[in-house]
Protein backbone atom coordinates (compact mmCIF):
# COMPACT_ATOMS: atom_id res chain seq x y z
CA UNK A 1 0.00 0.00 0.00
CA UNK A 2 1.32 3.28 -0.94
CA UNK A 3 1.96 5.50 2.26
CA UNK A 4 2.20 9.13 1.95
CA UNK A 5 3.64 10.58 5.09
CA UNK A 6 2.04 14.61 5.01
CA UNK A 7 4.43 16.13 7.72
CA UNK A 8 7.55 15.63 5.51
CA UNK A 9 5.69 18.59 3.70
CA UNK A 10 3.50 20.31 5.85
CA UNK A 11 3.30 20.66 9.84
CA UNK A 12 0.83 22.67 12.08
CA UNK A 13 1.05 26.22 12.57
CA UNK A 14 4.20 26.94 15.33
CA UNK A 15 2.87 30.68 15.27
CA UNK A 16 -0.62 30.52 16.61
CA UNK A 17 -0.37 30.57 20.00
CA UNK A 18 -3.04 28.55 22.38
CA UNK A 19 -4.62 27.82 18.92
CA UNK A 20 -1.86 25.81 17.99
CA UNK A 21 -3.41 22.93 19.80
CA UNK A 22 -6.54 23.26 18.46
CA UNK A 23 -5.23 23.12 15.17
CA UNK A 24 -2.78 20.11 15.77
CA UNK A 25 -4.06 17.67 13.52
CA UNK A 26 -1.15 15.16 13.13
CA UNK A 27 -2.46 11.76 14.07
CA UNK A 28 -0.57 10.07 17.06
CA UNK A 29 1.11 7.00 16.89
CA UNK A 30 -0.93 3.91 17.11
CA UNK A 31 -4.35 5.97 17.04
CA UNK A 32 -7.06 3.86 15.86
CA UNK A 33 -10.86 5.41 14.68
CA UNK A 34 -13.27 4.05 16.21
CA UNK A 35 -17.01 5.40 16.00
CA UNK A 36 -17.70 4.73 19.52
CA UNK A 37 -15.11 7.23 20.31
CA UNK A 38 -16.73 9.79 17.89
CA UNK A 39 -14.38 9.22 15.67
CA UNK A 40 -15.18 8.69 11.56
CA UNK A 41 -13.82 7.96 8.51
CA UNK A 42 -15.39 8.90 5.00
CA UNK A 43 -14.74 7.74 1.47
CA UNK A 44 -12.62 9.29 -1.41
CA UNK A 45 -14.59 10.35 -3.92
CA UNK A 46 -13.01 9.71 -7.49
CA UNK A 47 -15.06 11.64 -9.83
CA UNK A 48 -15.77 14.78 -7.35
CA UNK A 49 -17.65 16.89 -9.54
CA UNK A 50 -20.16 13.34 -10.32
CA UNK A 51 -20.46 11.81 -7.35
CA UNK A 52 -20.75 14.72 -4.74
CA UNK A 53 -23.58 17.31 -4.93
CA UNK A 54 -21.93 20.33 -5.25
CA UNK A 55 -23.34 22.67 -1.90
CA UNK A 56 -24.49 19.72 0.31
CA UNK A 57 -22.29 16.52 0.58
CA UNK A 58 -23.99 13.53 2.00
CA UNK A 59 -21.25 12.94 4.34
CA UNK A 60 -22.93 12.86 7.92
CA UNK A 61 -21.83 12.56 11.38
CA UNK A 62 -24.15 10.10 13.13
CA UNK A 63 -26.84 11.78 15.25
CA UNK A 64 -25.46 15.02 14.35
CA UNK A 65 -26.98 17.95 11.86
CA UNK A 66 -24.27 20.32 10.20
CA UNK A 67 -24.47 23.71 11.92
CA UNK A 68 -24.27 25.62 8.70
CA UNK A 69 -23.88 25.22 4.96
CA UNK A 70 -20.32 25.81 4.28
CA UNK A 71 -19.08 27.05 0.80
CA UNK A 72 -17.73 24.74 -1.71
CA UNK A 73 -14.61 26.28 -2.42
CA UNK A 74 -12.51 24.21 -5.05
CA UNK A 75 -14.72 24.72 -8.03
CA UNK A 76 -15.55 28.38 -6.99
CA UNK A 77 -13.82 29.84 -10.12
CA UNK A 78 -14.78 27.46 -12.46
CA UNK A 79 -16.02 28.38 -15.87
CA UNK A 80 -19.79 26.76 -15.43
CA UNK A 81 -22.05 29.20 -13.18
CA UNK A 82 -23.49 26.50 -11.49
CA UNK A 83 -20.39 25.79 -9.57
CA UNK A 84 -20.95 29.72 -8.83
CA UNK A 85 -20.92 31.00 -5.19
CA UNK A 86 -23.18 33.07 -4.75
CA UNK A 87 -24.01 36.27 -2.02
CA UNK A 88 -27.19 34.94 -0.96
CA UNK A 89 -26.39 31.28 -0.41
CA UNK A 90 -24.72 32.03 3.15
CA UNK A 91 -26.67 34.85 4.47
CA UNK A 92 -26.57 32.42 7.96
CA UNK A 93 -23.25 31.74 8.38
CA UNK A 94 -22.14 34.79 10.29
CA UNK A 95 -24.29 33.21 13.11
CA UNK A 96 -23.09 29.84 13.39
CA UNK A 97 -18.84 30.96 13.13
CA UNK A 98 -19.06 35.02 14.04
CA UNK A 99 -16.92 36.95 12.03
CA UNK A 100 -16.68 34.36 9.12
CA UNK A 101 -16.15 36.04 5.44
CA UNK A 102 -16.74 33.90 2.79
CA UNK A 103 -14.81 35.82 0.58
CA UNK A 104 -11.82 35.23 3.31
CA UNK A 105 -12.64 31.88 4.40
CA UNK A 106 -10.52 29.68 3.11
CA UNK A 107 -7.84 31.31 3.44
CA UNK A 108 -8.57 32.07 6.77
CA UNK A 109 -8.95 28.33 7.77
CA UNK A 110 -5.83 26.78 5.65
CA UNK A 111 -3.67 29.93 6.66
CA UNK A 112 -4.05 28.96 10.19
CA UNK A 113 -4.13 25.00 9.96
CA UNK A 114 -0.27 24.58 8.26
CA UNK A 115 2.74 25.87 7.04
CA UNK A 116 5.86 23.97 5.13
CA UNK A 117 7.85 21.84 6.71
CA UNK A 118 11.35 22.05 7.59
CA UNK A 119 11.79 18.77 6.16
CA UNK A 120 10.43 19.99 2.32
CA UNK A 121 13.69 21.00 1.57
CA UNK A 122 14.63 17.40 1.13
CA UNK A 123 12.18 17.53 -2.25
CA UNK A 124 13.22 21.30 -3.70
CA UNK A 125 16.63 21.76 -1.75
CA UNK A 126 16.35 25.30 -2.91
CA UNK A 127 12.75 26.14 -0.97
CA UNK A 128 13.94 27.73 1.72
CA UNK A 129 17.76 29.04 0.81
CA UNK A 130 16.54 30.73 -2.11
CA UNK A 131 12.78 30.43 -3.68
CA UNK A 132 10.83 31.71 -0.70
CA UNK A 133 12.93 34.89 -0.04
CA UNK A 134 12.40 35.84 -3.24
CA UNK A 135 8.88 35.67 -3.16
CA UNK A 136 8.63 37.23 0.40
CA UNK A 137 10.84 39.82 -0.50
CA UNK A 138 9.09 43.46 0.10
CA UNK A 139 10.57 45.32 -2.72
CA UNK A 140 8.62 42.61 -5.48
CA UNK A 141 6.04 42.09 -7.12
CA UNK A 142 5.72 38.54 -7.42
CA UNK A 143 3.23 37.00 -9.67
CA UNK A 144 2.25 33.13 -9.40
CA UNK A 145 1.47 31.68 -13.22
CA UNK A 146 0.08 28.27 -13.28
CA UNK A 147 -0.16 26.67 -16.96
CA UNK A 148 -1.82 23.12 -16.84
CA UNK A 149 -0.77 21.43 -20.04
CA UNK A 150 -2.47 18.05 -19.19
CA UNK A 151 0.32 16.90 -20.63
CA UNK A 152 1.86 15.51 -17.11
CA UNK A 153 3.91 12.63 -15.70
CA UNK A 154 7.18 14.02 -16.76
CA UNK A 155 6.69 14.46 -20.26
CA UNK A 156 8.97 16.57 -22.25
CA UNK A 157 6.50 17.57 -25.15
CA UNK A 158 7.66 20.75 -26.09
CA UNK A 159 10.84 22.67 -26.64
CA UNK A 160 9.32 26.04 -27.36
CA UNK A 161 6.48 27.98 -24.97
CA UNK A 162 3.50 26.39 -26.52
CA UNK A 163 0.01 28.91 -27.37
CA UNK A 164 -1.28 28.26 -23.98
CA UNK A 165 2.32 29.32 -22.57
CA UNK A 166 2.54 32.28 -24.33
CA UNK A 167 -0.80 33.68 -23.37
CA UNK A 168 -0.49 33.49 -19.93
CA UNK A 169 2.91 34.86 -20.13
CA UNK A 170 1.04 37.95 -21.78
CA UNK A 171 -1.70 37.88 -19.34
CA UNK A 172 0.84 37.96 -16.44
CA UNK A 173 3.06 41.17 -18.22
CA UNK A 174 -0.65 42.92 -18.17
CA UNK A 175 -0.79 41.90 -14.49
CA UNK A 176 2.85 43.70 -13.78
CA UNK A 177 1.90 46.95 -15.30
CA UNK A 178 -1.86 47.09 -13.40
CA UNK A 179 -0.32 45.94 -10.14
CA UNK A 180 3.10 46.99 -9.91
CA UNK A 181 3.90 50.42 -7.53
CA UNK A 182 6.90 52.61 -7.67
CA UNK A 183 8.20 51.06 -4.36
CA UNK A 184 8.40 47.62 -5.97
CA UNK A 185 12.26 47.52 -8.11
CA UNK A 186 11.67 43.96 -9.13
CA UNK A 187 9.32 41.02 -10.35
CA UNK A 188 9.05 37.92 -9.61
CA UNK A 189 7.67 35.47 -11.70
CA UNK A 190 6.58 31.86 -9.95
CA UNK A 191 6.60 29.61 -12.74
CA UNK A 192 4.38 26.26 -12.28
CA UNK A 193 3.40 24.05 -14.67
CA UNK A 194 2.84 20.38 -15.15
CA UNK A 195 4.86 20.51 -18.06
CA UNK A 196 8.87 20.59 -17.29
CA UNK A 197 10.40 21.23 -20.88
CA UNK A 198 7.95 24.77 -20.55
CA UNK A 199 8.78 25.53 -17.58
CA UNK A 200 12.59 25.42 -18.77
CA UNK A 201 11.31 27.33 -21.84
CA UNK A 202 10.00 30.18 -20.07
CA UNK A 203 13.27 30.34 -17.98
CA UNK A 204 15.21 30.91 -20.98
CA UNK A 205 12.55 33.40 -22.78
CA UNK A 206 12.26 35.71 -19.90
CA UNK A 207 14.39 35.02 -16.45
CA UNK A 208 16.88 38.54 -15.91
CA UNK A 209 14.94 40.28 -18.81
CA UNK A 210 13.32 43.85 -18.17
CA UNK A 211 9.63 44.71 -17.93
CA UNK A 212 8.18 47.31 -19.57
CA UNK A 213 8.25 49.39 -16.53
CA UNK A 214 11.91 48.87 -16.59
CA UNK A 215 12.40 47.01 -13.68
CA UNK A 216 14.22 43.35 -13.97
CA UNK A 217 11.77 39.99 -13.89
CA UNK A 218 13.14 37.29 -12.83
CA UNK A 219 11.52 33.32 -13.55
CA UNK A 220 11.65 31.25 -10.54
CA UNK A 221 10.57 27.47 -11.09
CA UNK A 222 10.69 23.93 -8.66
CA UNK A 223 12.30 20.81 -9.67
CA UNK A 224 8.86 19.31 -9.82
CA UNK A 225 8.73 16.65 -12.83
CA UNK A 226 4.98 17.66 -12.58
CA UNK A 227 3.42 14.21 -11.93
CA UNK A 228 -0.01 13.34 -11.06
CA UNK A 229 -0.39 12.16 -8.36
CA UNK A 230 -2.24 8.96 -8.96
CA UNK A 231 -1.59 6.23 -11.19
CA UNK A 232 2.00 5.14 -11.70
CA UNK A 233 3.07 8.00 -10.27
CA UNK A 234 1.41 7.90 -6.89
CA UNK A 235 4.57 8.06 -4.69
CA UNK A 236 5.48 10.06 -2.04
CA UNK A 237 7.74 12.42 -4.38
CA UNK A 238 5.10 13.23 -7.03
CA UNK A 239 2.61 14.01 -3.48
CA UNK A 240 5.35 16.53 -1.75
CA UNK A 241 6.48 18.26 -5.46
CA UNK A 242 2.77 19.18 -6.16
CA UNK A 243 2.26 20.55 -2.63
CA UNK A 244 5.26 22.05 -2.41
CA UNK A 245 4.32 24.10 -6.11
CA UNK A 246 0.79 24.48 -4.83
CA UNK A 247 1.93 26.38 -1.58
CA UNK A 248 3.97 28.70 -3.17
CA UNK A 249 1.64 29.40 -5.86
CA UNK A 250 -0.51 31.25 -2.85
CA UNK A 251 3.24 32.92 -1.87
CA UNK A 252 2.62 36.01 -4.06
CA UNK A 253 0.87 38.78 -4.42
CA UNK A 254 -1.64 38.44 -7.33
CA UNK A 255 -2.17 34.87 -9.23
CA UNK A 256 -2.29 34.26 -13.18
CA UNK A 257 -4.19 30.50 -13.76
CA UNK A 258 -5.36 28.12 -16.17
CA UNK A 259 -8.90 28.51 -16.24
CA UNK A 260 -9.97 24.62 -16.47
CA UNK A 261 -7.91 23.91 -13.39
CA UNK A 262 -8.73 23.75 -9.22
CA UNK A 263 -4.99 23.31 -8.78
CA UNK A 264 -3.86 27.03 -9.47
CA UNK A 265 -7.35 28.54 -7.94
CA UNK A 266 -7.28 26.73 -5.07
CA UNK A 267 -3.56 27.66 -4.37
CA UNK A 268 -4.76 31.42 -4.58
CA UNK A 269 -7.32 30.76 -2.42
CA UNK A 270 -4.93 29.68 0.31
CA UNK A 271 -3.61 33.06 0.56
CA UNK A 272 -7.07 35.34 -0.82
CA UNK A 273 -4.78 36.30 -3.65
CA UNK A 274 -6.38 38.13 -6.81
CA UNK A 275 -7.16 35.21 -9.62
CA UNK A 276 -6.46 36.41 -13.35
CA UNK A 277 -7.39 33.62 -15.52
CA UNK A 278 -5.95 33.50 -19.45
CA UNK A 279 -8.71 33.68 -21.20
CA UNK A 280 -9.50 36.98 -21.30
CA UNK A 281 -6.78 37.82 -18.81
CA UNK A 282 -9.54 39.29 -16.52
CA UNK A 283 -10.01 39.43 -12.68
CA UNK A 284 -12.47 36.12 -11.63
CA UNK A 285 -15.16 36.79 -9.35
CA UNK A 286 -15.21 34.68 -6.19
CA UNK A 287 -18.89 35.58 -5.26
CA UNK A 288 -21.10 36.51 -7.47
CA UNK A 289 -24.64 38.68 -7.33
CA UNK A 290 -27.55 36.84 -9.01
CA UNK A 291 -28.29 37.69 -12.54
CA UNK A 292 -24.53 38.91 -13.30
CA UNK A 293 -21.91 37.30 -15.25
CA UNK A 294 -18.39 36.50 -14.83
Given at each position: ??????????????????????????????????????????????????????????????????????????????????????????????????????????????????????????????????????????????????????????????????????????????????????????????????????????????????????????????????????????????????????????????????????????AALRSNLPVYE?????????????????
Amino acid sequence: DLKIDISEVIVPHSDRGSAATANNWIIPAGFECLEENGCYTFPYFKNHMMSVPFLETDIKFPGRKALVRVPRYRYAYFILSDKFLYDDMFLDIDEALPGFKVDKGMACALRSLFQLSPKASQFEPRLFSNILPKLHDPESLVISIYIRTMKSDGNKETNEITPLGQKSLNCAISVENEFRSSSQKRIVWMVVSDSPALKEQIVKAYNNTSASSGVTREVLVTGAEGNHTRGNHANMKSFAEGLIDWYLIGEADVAVSTQDSTFGTTAALRSNLPVYEIRKCKQRVLIHKRGEKD
